[in-house]
């Protein structure tokens, strides 16, 4: 049985760091690919440029996606995974330290599977993925593609 990725797309080292210590400090122990701009994370998950040649049919458990992006912001991200049929299931979670409110619209109407804001807390957020890995990589039963 193959363990469940997690894909990160964060483009602020900190964030990511931060994200990476929650998960080792709730033992959540998958694979972590880390990507850090927009066009990346659709180059991972469509096999594409530097991805070019990944087996796309071993798709991430869960697509943890930051807003505040380079190249392609997340929101345009979210809208190119739910427009193919291999990734239109796919599980993401906006990951953002936005509190605007038209931003958590945008992710909803793009339909994001869940919105969380980072905690400026360390044992908050740490929680926060806890809680995140407890639902996503344990009791969620996902589509069969």
Avoid: C
């Amino acid at each position: 049985m193959k363990q469940k990725v997690i894909l990160l797309v964060e483009d602020n080292p900190d964030d990511e760091e931060l994200t990476l210590m929650a998960l080792r400090k709730n033992k959540i122990t998958n694979e972590v690919v880390v990507v850090r701009d927009g066009q990346e994370a659709l180059d991972y998950l469509f096999g594409t440029a530097s991805h070019a040649g990944r087996d796309t049919g071993n798709r991430p458990e869960i697509v943890l996606l930051d807003m505040n992006l380079p190249k392609i912001n997340g929101i345009d991200v979210l809208k190119r995974i739910r427009s193919d049929d291999r990734t239109m299931t796919l599980p993401v979670v906006i990951l953002t330290a936005s509190v605007e409110d038209r931003d958590r619209l945008a992710a909803y109407r793009n339909f994001a599977n869940s919105y969380i804001r980072k905690p400026v807390d360390f044992d908050q957020f740490a929680e926060a993925v806890r809680q995140l890995g407890l639902y996503w990589l344990v009791l969620n039963q996902p589509s069969p593609r």
